[in-house]
């Protein structure tokens, strides 16, 4: 089983930017599907991006589609997320996702098997 360590997060003013990393271990991730969920308080953890490393396809949430960009890199076995245009609503915790199923370009909870331990994103408006 593959072991998930994010980092990368801390405190931005609105439109500024943060790049977060998630860091595998114990398996590498080219046979998988990787990708991020946030959880802002008091609401649902959310999907928000995800890489299929065989072919480099991403899939992004609409909330965030054109300000993140995920990104893998195979030699180090790691995740990222660029998040640009940063707002207050993306405040929350975000955990980094592996050997998870995407559908209809879109993924959740239920269809994660692996999950980090988060790190804390806060915008400041």
């Known amino acids: 089983q593959v072991q998930l360590v994010e980092s990368g997060g801390g405190l931005v003013q609105t439109g500024g930017s943060l790049r977060l990393s998630c860091v595998g271990s114990?398996?590498?991730?080219?046979?998988?599907?990787t990708g991020w969920f946030r959880q802002a308080p008091g609401k649902e953890r959310e999907f928000v991006a995800a890489?299929?490393?065989?072919?480099?396809?991403?899939f992004y949430a609409d909330s965030v589609k054109g300000r993140f960009t995920i990104s893998r890199d195979n030699v180090k076995n790691t995740m990222y997320l660029q998040m640009n245009s940063l707002k207050p609503e993306d405040t929350a915790v975000y955990y980094c996702?592996?050997?998870?199923?995407?559908?209809?370009?879109?993924?959740?909870?239920?269809?994660?098997?692996?999950w980090g331990r988060g790190t804390q994103v806060t915008v400041s408006s």
């Open positions: 996702a592996a050997d998870m199923d995407i559908l209809n370009g879109n993924s959740a909870t239920h269809l994660v098997r692996t």
């Open positions: 114990g398996r590498t991730f080219p046979s998988y599907v």
């Open positions: 890489i299929r490393w065989s072919r480099g396809t991403t």
